[in-house]
């Protein structure tokens, strides 16, 4: 019998990385919908550069074609026909993303393409509004929690180790102001639904926070 784990949380609280591994461990499919909002934001950027305009973002993504598959190295996300994994991941993305994600006509569009993910297989899926509106029947919800000053700290110690460099301020920044965009905008905003259990990821690995949510959850291991 299949099942669906949501998992929500403000950018940077270790979203996808846990529920990367939660997938692993339990041998089912990750969905990564905040890479379909990037591969959005990436289409609007090439064209428009860093545009809030939502007649503009709706006239663009109404264009693209976004599609997910899974190999050998994981989740890969598609811009039509080109791998765009990496590139979605740069900071000016991660920005766009939350600019795209607010304007209604985006989400309309990704809406059924999520839902279609979970419906005849396992998943663990990780948004904003994945307890909330995407599958707002999961049978498993959490909402992950995290000072922005530690999720500052791990994006500046993440582009260290990619040989990038960071100013911290502006990274806290720009941290805070996604949160505020996310958590108030009209369409799904960031919010904990009311039966998802709330763990804070302060101090903890992705891979001990898979393992403690699996335990909290109730979960059985492949290996079981």
Same mark, same amino acid.
Not at 119 to 138: E, K
């Given at each position: ?18 529920? %990367?591994? $939660? ?8 969905? =990564?919908? *905040? ?7 990436? &289409?609007?950027?090439?064209?428009? *550069?860093?545009? @809030? ?9 109404? @264009?693209?074609?976004? +599609? ?6 994981? @989740? #890969? ?34 809406? +059924?393409?999520? #839902?279609? $993910? ?50 911290? =301020? @502006? ?6 102001? %996604? ?16 039966? &998802? ?5 302060? *101090? ?21």
């Amino acid at each position: 019998m299949s099942y669906a784990i949501a998992i929500d949380g403000p950018a940077g609280a270790g979203k996808s990385s846990i529920a %990367r591994r $939660m997938a692993e461990i339990l041998d089912i499919i990750y969905v =990564d919908t *905040g890479a379909l909002y990037r591969v959005i934001g990436l &289409a609007v950027y090439r064209e428009a *550069g860093m545009c @809030q305009d939502p007649e503009t973002i709706s006239r663009i993504a109404d @264009q693209v074609e976004v +599609s997910l598959s899974h190999n050998e190295k994981g @989740q #890969r996300v598609f811009l039509g026909e080109e791998d765009v994994s990496e590139e979605i991941r740069r900071e000016e993305i991660s920005q766009m993303a939350s600019i795209v994600s607010a304007v209604p006509f985006v989400r309309e569009k990704l809406l +059924s393409l999520q #839902r279609d $993910m979970a419906q005849c297989q396992s998943v663990v899926m990780d948004g904003r509004d994945i307890g909330t509106r995407i599958l707002p029947n999961a049978e498993y919800k959490v909402f992950l929690v995290c000072p922005a000053e530690e999720r500052a700290r791990r994006r500046l110690l993440q582009l260290r180790e990619q040989g990038l460099s960071g100013d911290y =301020d @502006q990274i806290l920044a720009d941290i805070k102001e %996604r949160d505020h965009r996310d958590m108030t905008r009209e369409i799904s905003p960031l919010v904990k639904a009311d039966d &998802a259990i709330e763990f804070d990821t302060t *101090g903890h690995t992705a891979e001990s926070s898979a393992d403690e949510l699996i335990e909290v959850l109730g979960l059985c291991p492949r290996s079981c």
